[in-house]
């Protein structure tokens, strides 16, 4: 499973439309999104953002949200930094 986690995540416009992209990707048809800022309320945000564009594409992917970089990133298929 294919696992991307998207650093600064909290700018939540970068972060939808790097989540529209990928849930657009035939070939990856599930997998995780891993979400990292250090802003938790903004990060919270994006989680529920993420969260409802899986659920309009149906695709099987889930999403996870943390402040704590390294451990999120971990198992990471693919790092996008967006600060």
Do not use: C
Not at 12 to 18: D, K, P, S
Not at 34 to 39: G, K, N, R, W
Request: glycine share 6%.
């Amino acid at each position: 499973m294919t696992k991307v986690s998207i650093i600064g995540a909290g700018s939540n416009e970068f972060a939808a439309e790097l989540t529209r992209d990928i849930l657009a990707t035939p070939a990856l048809r599930h997998g995780t999104f891993a979400l990292v800022d250090i802003d938790s309320q903004r990060l919270e945000l994006a989680h529920r953002m993420v969260e409802r564009l899986i659920e309009q594409t149906g695709k099987d992917w889930t999403v996870e949200a943390s402040t704590q970089r390294s451990q999120i990133i971990a198992g990471s298929d693919y790092i996008i930094n967006t600060i």
